[in-house]
């Protein structure tokens, strides 16, 4: 069974940091391609990052320069590392593994997310 597992999350204020942590059980970690996603209340979920089976990384351009997304895959996690948190960075922030296959369906599966919540 899959699972993805979201830590971190917390009310900050503006200008703080977070790190938060996606644990992986039940897939070859190393295969995937790993996202975090956000949604705030009202809002459509919203790509924030990307870190390939490469290590290559991709942001949103509302993020970049601000948060940094890694992962470690002897621990089978990925982490974002957000810093100057704003309020506008306030929603759940849900981890994502992807992994494209041939001739089968291509595998997708979600945490369950952790709540950020930027205030002062």
């Known amino acids: 069974q899959v699972q993805l597992v979201e830590s971190g999350g917390a009310l900050v204020q503006p200008g703080e940091s977070l790190r938060l942590s996606c644990a992986a059980s039940?897939?070859?970690?190393?295969?995937?391609?790993m996202r975090w996603y956000r949604q705030a209340p009202g809002k459509q979920r919203e790509w924030v990052a990307t870190?390939?089976?490469?290590?290559?990384?991709n942001y949103a351009d509302s993020v970049k320069g601000r948060f940094t997304i890694s992962r470690d895959n002897a621990k089978n996690s990925v982490y974002l590392q957000m810093n100057s948190l704003q309020p506008e960075d306030t929603a759940v922030y849900l981890c994502?593994?992807?992994?494209?296959?041939?001739?089968?369906?291509?595998?997708?599966?979600w945490g369950q997310g952790t709540q950020v919540t930027v205030s002062s």
């Open positions: 870190i390939d089976r490469t290590d290559h990384a």
């Open positions: 039940g897939i070859i970690f190393s295969f995937y391609d």
């Open positions: 994502n593994a992807y992994r494209r296959m041939v001739n089968t369906n291509n595998r997708d599966y």
